[in-house]
């Protein structure tokens, strides 16, 4: 089992940055890629940016290549996702997710106001 707790959610304006954390706990020893994902009010959650174990593979959704960054620190478990110019439709809920399984994290919201 692994948990993931996110963390960095919140409230900016159009053109801001936040950067979202995702610390994970429990069989942390296993090596594997971590996902982040969102999910809008009345949209399906969909993907967002994808990091291997030894972060040297990365991908993103189109719609946020060239803004978001996805980074891994693996001596502290955790996960992060650096968004900047920040969009009124990067409006979601926030999650991470450890690639080819059902371990999710619980959300974090973020909410860009124009």
């Known amino acids: 089992q692994v948990q993931l707790v996110e963390s960095g959610g919140g409230l900016v304006q159009a053109g801001g940055s936040l950067r979202l954390s995702c610390a994970a706990s429990g069989r942390t020893s296993s090596r594997y890629a971590m996902g982040w994902f969102r999910q809008a009010p009345g949209k399906e959650r969909e993907f967002v940016a994808t990091i291997s174990w030894t972060a040297h593979i990365t991908a993103y959704a189109d719609s946020v290549k060239g803004r978001f960054t996805i980074s891994r620190d693996n001596t502290r478990n955790t996960v992060y996702l650096e968004m900047n110019s920040l969009k009124p439709e990067d409006t979601a809920v926030y999650y991470c997710?450890?690639?080819?399984?059902?371990?999710w994290g619980q959300g974090t919201q973020v909410t860009v106001s124009s």
């Open positions: 997710r450890v690639s080819g399984t059902n371990f």
